[in-house]
């Protein structure tokens, strides 16, 4: 399966701190992106990073993309109580035409 | 407000009594998708639409039906739906990937929760 697969599974922080969570997967890519969702809602697009690009920024938010290792890492810099969500990396592989999710990380910060 | 809608949002039903979510979204995305999403499993597709009366199967399309006769609209149809289909499904949209070749930033409407029962 193509399916990326997030590490940790769960991740509980204090508020400030930063958070990593990484993504591997096994195919080459067209894109990898990350998406947050608060409990029970829909996704929401986060970034994307292109197979050619190795490290993206946007705001509080840090991609990197390593294509010859296929893994991918977030980072959430000064997190806050707000960021308490699951996040899922997505790839767009092949001629597929379609993203492959993975089973997401479950991110806790405390107050 | 771009936005992609479902509804309903929760249904609880009975095996074999046929059902549909309907999906639209106000973008004018040529690409739209349904998803359901399970607990440990992450989100998995069902089906895709490429454009009008495009469709295709993704991973897991058994027990569901799909159409696409405008661009806004692609309804999900369960003909006789079982237990195991019950979960939390997703409807999305983006621009085409045909002329790229690249699948776009999705934009996901707020779920429907679904209990057969």
């Known amino acids: 399966s193509q399916q990326g697969e997030e590490d940790p599974q769960a991740l509980s922080i204090q508020e400030g701190e930063n958070a990593t969570m990484n993504c591997s997967y096994k195919t080459s890519i067209n894109n990898l992106q990350w998406y947050r969702q608060n409990s029970g809602r829909g996704l929401v697009h986060l970034i994307l990073i292109r197979s050619n690009e190795r490290e993206k920024h946007s705001g509080r938010l840090r991609v990197t993309l390593d294509t010859s290792k296929k893994s991918s890492s977030l980072l959430i810099t000064a997190s806050r109580a707000a960021d308490t969500a699951s996040y899922f990396c997505a790839t767009d592989w092949g001629s597929a035409r379609q993203l492959t999710f993975g089973s997401g990380t479950q991110l806790t910060v405390l107050p | 407000e771009a936005q992609v809608t479902q509804n309903p949002r929760y249904l609880i039903t009975v095996t074999g009594k046929k059902l549909t979510v309907t999906c639209s979204q106000n973008m004018n995305h040529e690409y739209m998708s349904w998803y359901r999403q399970d607990p440990g499993l992450g989100l998995r597709q069902i089906y895709y639409s490429m454009n009008v009366e495009v469709t295709d199967k993704g991973d897991v399309p058994e027990g569901y039906k799909v159409s696409r006769k405008e661009k806004r609209n692609f309804p999900l149809i369960l003909e006789s739906p079982s237990p195991n289909q019950t979960s939390l499904y997703f409807c999305?949209?983006?621009?085409?990937?045909?002329?790229?070749?690249?699948?776009?930033?999705?934009?996901f409407g707020p779920g429907t929760r679904l209990t057969v029962t």
């Open positions: 999305a949209s983006s621009l085409s990937p045909l002329a790229s070749g690249r699948v776009y930033e999705q934009y």
